[in-house]
């Protein structure tokens, strides 16, 4: 079986493609309208809901960007992980029930149409359309790298297919992709994000156990491996330090309620009450599934100070690696087949709201009408995205996680004012939210792009954030209450 | 207290200004650095294990619980009962993160660290006990959820609401 390892992965990996492109025959047929392509009714169940936020979550940002940033700096990244009781707090406190209430008064087929109206503002819709865009493309193609790096891995190994280039890998990756999304929309994402969820815990268990025992000694002795190296490493800083680990805390903790590939999903359920259930739902799928993130990243890790597994070129191919070396065949395959998964149910929901964007709500915002005919640009629209996002991640060679950083910086730094506080502060308001994004976004964008690094590693997404919050918070302080829609106020008051 | 837990938060916020403003004046900008033999595994820098950065870690890492716990509050509303929680949970974190930071403090003197549950002792602070101090909040809010996010009466509310905006749209159209 071993010398068939990496044909068995690869049909893992093809059967895999086979069910997505199943499932978005079969959504295209329940897909009749934009509303069906952008909300899928309002019609899901808690258990659906919740293995489908957990999944957006995480994706190949945590299943390969994750792992990678570990065996690179060390107990650094984790605090990505360990934000996720107080983040989950957050969703479940701050936003479940109120984008849930929302969604019924609204009737939104997007997040920027539930702001517009507790905004009472065009100008803000198209400032949330423009901030999910740009966020779009920098998470999008992580997860487009993510796909191309694990592929490109996997083919490399067989030598009937021999190597081939990441470009190549990536216009393979998004061509299965773009099928599945422009077909499916919303309602192939989230029923493909149940069965990959679903995956992902369990191959996240296995993979696991197999990384205990792939070091002699367990976790105890990886621990001690990594010390006797460098012990900051295993530190709870690792070799980031305080400040640089602090600051994803911060931007990690409070950006989760500010993804709108996953809220928007809040607003997707059948019954209201359902928000008791379905953040405590998605924080079990998401712990057991990070077990994944820590424990390939520290294993590979040891591995390399130990001597017994080649030095990695690119901390990326730590997973890969891993499960092509040391996990079972068809644990090995499964678990790829539930990375691509991960990868590319979390990249249909950035199409999704993309699209969402392009043709509803910039429209909206501009000429105060969506375009003719939605559901023929919405598809079009969608492929065009991931074009835009396939070339952003061929021009910048930051790892999956970084970029990842990156785009989810970009949607915090946006939407956690407007919507995680705004949505609960009837005294926030239009102009906060505008200039609040401006901010936000200038900044992030003005030290990404501009290659600027920070003292003590300290992240500019998080930096970002502080200010757009402060600015929030001082502009709407020190403006006039706004009059809000009457029902709007009466359920910001529930 | 609800109405004046906004500004307060905006004077957190400003704090949290302050205290980064000090870290990038004073602080340099310092590249990663490479493992000496193995090229993509960083090490660590012994500038970023200074005293006065883990003093300022430590005040930053206060701020911003009491930044995650102020927030919490904003959004339960005036008429959640049972708010005291908040305070116990926000305290119990705070100490958790002191305790790692004061474990931490120590951990890098030791010639063979203890281990917890196969982690350094300030690793599994890290590890176990900032991962799971804030479910105490998601606790009180999945226990309580009928007295304090969404009560009966509030649905009956609610359902008004919404029949009233319908009746309203039926009638322009």
Same mark, same amino acid.
């Given at each position: ?8 992965? %690869? ?49 190949? +940002?945590? +299943? ?69 865009? &740009? ?18 891995? $996997?083919? /490399? ?6 190597? %081939? ?35 992902? $815990? ?31 490493? *295993? ?10 680990? &602090? ?41 057991? /599934? ?5 424990? $390939?990243?520290?294993? *590979? ?135 609040? *994004? ?8 003005? %030290? ?47 | ?27 340099? =900008? ?15 820098? !012994? ?11 430590? =005040?930053?890492?206060?701020?911003? @619980? ?18 005291? =929680? ?26 063979? !660290? ?7 002792? !300030? ?12 479910? @105490? ?14 009560? !009966? ?7 008004? @609401? =919404? ?11």
């Amino acid at each position: 079986m071993e010398g068939a390892r990496n044909t068995i992965v %690869l049909v893992c990996v093809g059967l895999y493609m086979v069910i997505c492109i199943i499932v978005g025959v079969w959504a295209l047929r329940r897909t009749r309208s934009s509303r069906d392509f952008f909300m899928a009714g309002r019609d899901l169940g808690v258990f659906v809901t919740g293995i489908a936020v957990f999944s957006s979550t995480l994706s190949g +940002f945590g +299943f390969v960007g994750g792992p990678g940033l570990v065996y690179r700096m060390g107990m650094s990244s984790i605090w990505m992980v360990v934000c996720t009781g107080i983040g989950f707090s957050f969703s479940a406190i701050l936003l479940a029930k109120r984008l849930r209430l929302f969604a019924e008064v609204c009737d939104p087929v997007s997040l920027p149409d539930v702001v517009a109206v507790r905004y009472r503002s065009e100008s803000a819709r198209f400032m949330t359309a423009i901030a999910i865009l &740009l966020g779009v493309i920098g998470y999008l193609a992580a997860q487009i790298k993510a796909m191309a790096t694990v592929l490109q891995d $996997i083919v /490399s190994r067989n030598s009937a297919i021999g190597d %081939l280039s990441l470009a190549t890998c990536v216009v393979i990756s998004c061509a299965v992709l773009v099928f599945y999304c422009v077909t499916g929309g919303i309602i192939a994402s989230v029923y493909t994000d149940l069965f990959q969820g679903l995956v992902m $815990i369990v191959a996240a268990i296995l993979v696991f156990f197999t990384a205990m025992h792939a070091f002699p000694g367990g976790f105890a002795s990886m621990s001690e491996t990594i010390m006797a190296d460098d012990p900051a490493a *295993m530190g709870p800083w690792g070799t980031l330090g305080v400040l640089g680990c &602090l600051s994803w805390y911060f931007l990690f903790s409070l950006g989760g309620t500010g993804q709108p590939h996953i809220i928007t999903k809040m607003m997707m359920n059948k019954r209201v009450r359902d928000a008791r259930n379905i953040i405590p739902v998605s924080f079990l799928g998401y712990g057991l /599934s990070a077990l994944l993130w820590i424990s $390939i990243g520290l294993v *590979m890790r040891a591995l390399v100070l130990q001597g017994t597994h080649p030095s990695l070129d690119n901390p990326d191919q730590a997973a890969p690696q891993f499960l092509q070396t040391y996990a079972h065949p068809i644990l090995s395959g499964v678990v790829f087949a539930g990375l691509f998964a991960a990868i590319m149910s979390t990249a249909d929901g950035f199409l999704n709201i993309a699209a969402a964007a392009i043709v509803h709500d910039i429209p909206r915002a501009i000429w105060g009408k969506s375009l003719k005919r939605e559901l023929l640009w919405a598809r079009t629209a969608t492929v065009a995205t991931a074009v835009v996002a396939a070339a952003f991640c061929l021009m910048y060679d930051d790892l999956v996680a970084l970029l990842g950083a990156f785009g989810w910086g970009t949607f915090a730094v946006a939407l956690v004012p407007v919507v995680a506080i705004g949505f609960n502060w009837k005294r926030a308001t239009a102009l906060a939210a505008n200039v609040s *994004m401006a901010v936000g976004l200038v900044t992030i964008f003005t %030290l990404k792009l501009g290659g600027i690094n920070l003292p003590y590693h300290i992240d500019g997404g998080a930096v970002a954030l502080v200010l757009s919050l402060t600015v929030f918070f001082g502009i709407s302080l020190f403006s006039k209450p706004p009059k809000l829609d009457p029902d709007v106020e009466k359920v910001m008051e529930i | 207290m609800t109405k004046r837990l906004p500004a307060f938060i905006f004077g957190l916020l400003l704090t949290m200004c302050v205290v980064l403003g000090i870290a990038l004046l004073v602080g340099e =900008v310092t590249p990663n650095r490479s493992h000496l033999q193995y090229a993509a595994m960083d090490r660590s820098d !012994p500038a970023l294990q200074e005293t006065a950065v883990a003093w300022l870690g430590w =005040v930053l890492g206060v701020l911003e @619980i009491v930044f995650f716990v102020s927030c919490l509050v904003l959004g339960v509303g005036r008429r959640a009962r049972g708010k005291r =929680v908040f305070l116990l949970g926000g305290l119990v974190y705070a100490a958790v993160f002191t305790a790692l930071t004061v474990t931490d403090a120590w951990y890098m003197e030791q010639d063979a !660290p203890t281990l917890v549950l196969s982690f350094p002792v !300030p690793t599994a602070w890290m590890l176990y006990g900032m991962w799971a101090a804030p479910l @105490i909040f998601m606790a009180w809010y999945w226990i309580g959820f009928d007295r304090n996010i969404l009560t !009966p009466e509030d649905m009956e509310t609610f359902r008004g @609401i =919404v029949q009233d905006r319908r009746n309203r749209e039926e009638g322009e159209s």
